[in-house]
């Protein structure tokens, strides 16, 4: 019933913006955490931005603060990382997932909205390539 659709991926020259969407339907959007992770080939799946629904406040990893934007639109049920002055590091499969642990504040202390293991609801993935 939940389900999560991730588009907007797409292959892109280093420097060059894309932006990722996040569909999401069955769950109660605003008492959720939503976060996007990335996979690299060969590579653990790392956070890399988080957004409460609720508020909007957001969490971005060390490595894209500064490039990548996460924003939600409530109305529509989605959320969008834009991402620019991408680099060839970027080049992943990007997934949208869901936690229930984002309803609580300690959600967004420490490493926990990073972690995939604190995710319940997960996307089939988009690709996004940056060449050099």
């Known amino acids: 019933e939940v389900q999560l659709v991730e588009s907007g991926g797409g292959l892109v020259q280093a420097g060059g913006s894309l932006r990722l969407s996040c569909a999401a339907s069955?769950?109660?959007?605003?008492?959720?955490?939503i976060g996007w992770f990335r996979q690299a080939p060969g590579k653990e799946r790392e956070g890399v931005s988080c957004?409460?629904?609720?508020?909007?406040?957001?969490y971005y990893a060390d490595s894209v603060k500064g490039r990548f934007t996460i924003s939600s639109d409530n109305a529509k049920n989605t959320v969008y990382l834009q991402m620019n002055s991408l680099k060839p590091e970027d080049t992943a499969v990007y997934y949208c997932?869901?936690?229930?642990?984002?309803?609580?504040?300690?959600?967004?202390?420490?490493?926990?909205?990073?972690?995939?293991?604190?995710?319940?609801?997960w996307g089939q993935g988009t690709q996004v390539t940056v060449s050099s």
């Open positions: 997932a869901a936690a229930k642990g984002g309803a609580f504040s300690w959600f967004y202390s420490g490493s926990y909205w990073g972690d995939p293991y604190e995710y319940d609801y």
């Open positions: 069955g769950f109660t959007f605003d008492d959720y955490a």
């Open positions: 957004i409460s629904s609720s508020d909007g406040s957001t």
